[in-house]
């Protein structure tokens, strides 16, 4: 069974920035689209970003436009999420998801999903 493999979390302080990666190994992402969710302890998972096939059309959750941003690779079969201007709002573990259809705002559009990867933003 496919599973993505996320990267890049960690502990950050308020202003900074990261850059989580999502992979498949042995599996081409190229054709698929790539959602970013997250859940903070005691929430619910939310979305944050999602981007069609080939990076044509991204969206972003409000509250995270203008300081995140999604890039994928093909060439390497690799999913960026940039994240600047960091937050302590925006600590959770973060999920990348891929499926065959369109992108979307709902977890249930994408049929394969990665363990997660903590990030933290606290001074």
């Known amino acids: 069974q496919v599973q993505l493999v996320e990267s890049g979390g960690g502990l950050v302080q308020p202003g900074g920035s990261l850059r989580l990666s999502c992979a498949a190994p042995?599996?081409?992402?190229?054709?698929?689209?790539i959602g970013w969710f997250r859940q903070a302890p005691g929430k619910e998972r939310e979305y944050v970003a999602a981007?069609?096939?080939?990076?044509?059309?991204?969206d972003y959750a409000d509250s995270v436009k203008g300081r995140f941003t999604l890039s994928r690779d093909n060439a390497k079969h690799t999913i960026y999420l940039q994240m600047n201007h960091l937050k302590p709002e925006d600590t959770a573990v973060y999920y990348c998801?891929?499926?065959?259809?369109?992108?979307?705002?709902?977890?249930?559009?994408?049929?394969?999903w990665g363990q997660g990867t903590q990030v933290t933003v606290s001074s």
């Open positions: 981007s069609d096939w080939n990076g044509a059309f991204s």
């Open positions: 998801a891929a499926g065959p259809g369109g992108y979307g705002h709902i977890a249930s559009t994408y049929a394969i």
């Open positions: 042995g599996f081409f992402l190229d054709y698929y689209a």
